[in-house]
């Protein structure tokens, strides 16, 4: 049950729709929830305030979650608001738990306004960034050539010649997506199909060997000026027009939460699984539409493996739909029966906590931390241990927020069993977050929330008196590192307590192996991963975007596990921010160190795609994937599709620019140009599918 009041005298606290009730006869851990108020009522002298409750759904056992108020200042709409829900209760079944009401504290709408205000700015200040970031990057390092490499090249330039006349001319290959779709019966298609993966293969394989050094040191020159412009990859998650239902069928409901409903979806296209957010937009609500809109931009920003990430987005008449990665294996709150080892729990917190430094370090409060906040996206059983672990992404971002450091925040959001004192108090930083977690631990370690009540009141009562039970049998029974990690959490005093930076560096995950477990691939399983990574060569900005919106939307999940564990196992910091001395030597562990030493300025050159210094995570899976199974015909098919707005089958300079820039501006679209004029065999500036695909299967 979440709150978004606060404790201080002339707040109000909402009663607590569920209680946690704890089976203590029960051997297992288990939470029982009840029922303890049907019904909410809430009064208010100063507005109408709407209120989305909590969606009783089948799921009797479901306890927290937040209640968000939706404040109308203007007292002339109430009547206006109070017609709308009564039409929509009519309408719509799944809205039939809202609860309409008055408020009736003082402090109310100053708070929230408060919080609105502050999304208001974020807002102005996200919408730059929606657009092209272009950004000076620190200067390139030029690599001279020996003479026996000039003879290795000279050679390397007869024998390119000799395969280029024995390449197949793609663009004479007929347009089987676009030309012959319509016409041809189904076993055509596929035989065309079939076909035409086949030259591809055979055009890779050719191309592979022709591309060493000469076309290395061609692209090297040519594109390395295009690497200082960075056109940040958030710009490919774009708000798409018309009805979501038609490109993703909607499979079944996953759970309700205070602003909509989720479901998975399958992407018709691709066929692929994402999870889809439906917001009902409150009619000349701004204030609504304000938070659906922080949501997206916070979660564009995010490129983390235990971070959801968001597909793409719709802004429709009547709702938002934000479609994001799908977790199949549900929330961590399905999951509190089971007892965990120390192990189990290591690796599990290591993710949660690599995940919030990250936020943290990126000024984001996610503030609404909880086991239905957490999901579990894949669960991998260690062959030595013979123990599960759960991977894990946090989502909902509904009252994340973008926060200036050193700046006290007021707004009181958040849950009841997890929300930290200092919030009640209405003075916090990100440390609410760490708090959070604290609570998370000890639930999944003793069974019941630190902090608990009959009802929100008397939870909001505990935490603040602030004492819990630090004897507890089930945490005396546990290691002295994890007792200690759970102290150092739940300590009140915000400069003591630890933050989710230190917290990967404390003595439990170094025992438990929270790290190591979670890189534990064997070194023959990450050869060929090294050697793309070590090849990865110069590629356009234009080739560049395109592979990211690939590796973006259709996971490669091959591929994935084993990257992201030796993305971690670089990462010696935990936070999956990739530093060039961390790459560097984890890269001498595996290969030679004159090799890594001669490569790494300009791999760090071409993996920082968004030139800040640091690589991210799907900046390192980019480099590392098989680019031939990631740029297959289906794939590219998805991107030129994502490119070709008009559906006319053809590709321009203005339509690229309008996908992946928005704004005008003449050095990119120079570049543009130039990528194009490749593969523009007739130079009208139009390219096809074909062409298409041909510079694309240029990059290796
Ligand atoms: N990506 C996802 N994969 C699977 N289930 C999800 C996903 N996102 C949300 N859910 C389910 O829907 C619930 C509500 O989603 P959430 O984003 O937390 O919305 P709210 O802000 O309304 O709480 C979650 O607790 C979870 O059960
Ligand atoms: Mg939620």
Not at 34 to 49: F, M
Request: charged content about 35%; glycine content about 4%; proline content about 1%.
């Amino acid at each position: 049950m979440g709150i978004c009041g606060s404790s201080s005298p002339d707040i109000t606290i909402v009663p607590n729709k569920y209680t946690l009730d704890v089976d203590n006869d029960c051997q297992k851990n288990c939470f029982n929830a009840k029922q303890s108020d049907s019904s909410i009522k809430i009064n208010s002298s100063e507005g109408v305030v709407k209120k989305t409750d909590i969606q009783e759904n089948n799921k009797t056992n479901k306890k927290s979650d937040k209640i968000l108020f939706n404040i109308q200042k203007n007292e002339n709409k109430k009547e206006e608001v109070k017609k709308e829900e009564v039409k929509k209760e009519n309408n719509n079944i799944q809205n039939n738990n809202k609860i309409n009401g008055e408020l009736s504290f003082k402090n109310k709408n100053q708070i929230i306004n408060n919080d609105n205000n502050d999304n208001k700015e974020n807002n102005k200040n996200n919408k730059n960034s929606n657009f092209l970031n272009v950004i000076e990057s620190k200067g390139t390092k030029k690599r001279s050539i020996s003479t026996h490499e000039l003879s290795e090249i000279k050679d390397l330039v007869i024998k390119k010649e000799k395969n280029k006349e024995s390449n197949p001319k793609l663009s004479e290959i007929k347009k089987v997506m676009f030309d012959s779709s319509t016409i041809k019966s189904k076993d055509e298609k596929e035989k065309d199909e079939k076909n035409q993966n086949e030259k591809d293969k055979k055009y890779q394989r050719r191309n592979k060997k022709s591309t060493t050094l000469v076309e290395k040191s061609r692209l090297e020159s040519k594109f390395k000026e295009e690497m200082k412009l960075c056109v940040l990859s958030q710009t490919l998650i774009e708000e798409q027009r018309g009805d979501p239902t038609k490109k993703y069928k909607i499979l079944k409901r996953l759970g309700d939460g205070s602003y909509g409903t989720v479901y998975s979806v399958v992407n018709n296209q691709t066929g692929m699984s994402a999870a889809m957010k439906k917001i009902e937009k409150v009619k000349e609500n701004e204030i609504d539409d304000l938070e659906i809109k922080n949501e997206i931009d916070i979660l564009k920003k995010l490129d983390h493996p235990n971070i959801v990430k968001i597909y793409e987005f719709y802004d429709t008449l009547t709702d938002f739909f934000i479609v994001t990665e799908y977790c199949k294996r549900g929330e961590l709150y399905g999951y509190i029966k089971n007892y965990y080892s120390e192990n189990q729990l290591a690796v599990l917190f290591y993710q949660v906590f690599s995940g919030l430094s990250y936020l943290h370090e990126n000024n984001i409060l996610h503030r609404d931390l909880k086991l239905e906040n957490i999901m579990i996206s894949d669960i991998e059983k260690d062959l030595n241990t013979k123990e599960d672990y759960f991977w894990i992404k946090i989502i909902d971002f509904g009252t994340a927020k973008i926060f200036k450091r050193n700046k006290i925040e007021k707004a009181v959001v958040g849950s009841s069993y997890y929300i930290a004192p200092e919030v009640l108090k209405q003075k916090y930083n990100e440390k609410c977050d760490t708090w959070s977690v604290g609570v998370i631990l000890y639930m999944l370690i003793v069974g019941r929330a630190p902090f608990d009540g009959k009802n929100d009141d008397e939870i909001i009562e505990s935490i603040k008196i602030g004492v819990y039970n630090n004897k507890h049998p089930k945490l005396l029974a546990r290691s002295k590192e994890v007792q200690n990690l759970v102290s150092c959490l739940l300590e009140r005093k915000i400069s003591k307590r630890l933050s989710a930076f230190e917290a990967l560096n404390h003595p439990f995950f170094t025992k438990f192996n929270g790290r190591a477990l979670f890189c534990n691939f064997n070194e023959h399983e990450i050869q060929s991963y090294l050697d793309n990574l070590l090849n990865y060569k110069f590629q356009s900005k234009f080739q560049q975007l395109v592979l990211a919106f690939v590796v973006h939307n259709i996971p490669q999940s091959k591929d994935t596990r084993i990257i992201l564990k030796l993305f971690r196992y670089f990462n010696k910091k935990g936070n999956c921010k990739l530093t060039k001395e961390e790459l560097t030597t984890g890269l001498y562990k595996f290969r030679n160190k004159n090799i890594v030493d001669s490569a790494i300025d300009d791999i760090f050159l071409m993996l920082d795609g968004d030139n800040n210094g640091y690589i991210e995570y799907e900046e390192f899976l980019r480099a590392c994937i098989d680019k031939s199974t990631a740029l297959n015909n289906d794939n590219l098919k998805y991107a030129f599709k994502f490119l070709d707005k008009d559906n006319s089958g053809t590709l321009s300079v203005d339509k690229i620019m309008k996908a992946f820039v928005k704004k005008g501006n003449d050095t990119l679209k120079d570049i543009f140009k130039n990528s194009i004029q490749e593969v523009d065999k007739d130079n009208d500036g139009i390219i096809s599918f074909n062409d298409f695909r041909e510079l694309m299967r240029r990059v290796q």
